[in-house]
């Protein structure tokens, strides 16, 4: 079992950068695959991107790509989610998810992650 609770959510101009952050609650906390999903006001959930166990690899959707990068550190059983450039669209809620496996073919799947927190609101305006 492992707890996520996101934080460092807010309200940004365009272009501007922010970071996310997860700090999750497990005893072996490198023993999870670590990702964010967003969702947008009233659509579907969308996957950002994904770290493996020891944060040797990371995987980010095209959408955010460039822009976007994901880290974490054992450690401090934390995960961050670098967001720069922002664009409006990027306004959304994003959570924090975990699961054990590192299955590329259902890594961008939301309904594949186990573990969620309640999530952090981004709000990118003018």
Request: with cysteine.
């Amino acid at each position: 079992q492992v707890q996520l609770v996101e934080s460092g959510g807010g309200l940004v101009q365009p272009g501007d950068s922010l970071t996310v952050s997860c700090i999750a609650s497990a005893r072996s906390f490198s023993k999870y695959v670590v990702g964010w999903i967003r969702q947008f006001p009233g659509k579907e959930r969308e996957f950002v991107g994904a770290i493996t166990w020891n944060g040797a690899g990371t995987y980010v959707a095209d959408s955010v790509k460039g822009r976007f990068a994901i880290s974490r550190d054992n450690a401090k059983n934390a995960v961050w989610l670098q967001m720069n450039r922002l664009k409006p669209e990027d306004t959304a809620v994003y959570y924090c998810v975990a699961r054990t496996d590192w299955n590329t073919a259902t890594l961008s799947a939301p309904n594949e992650y186990d573990f969620w927190g309640k999530g952090t609101q981004v709000t990118v305006t003018s």
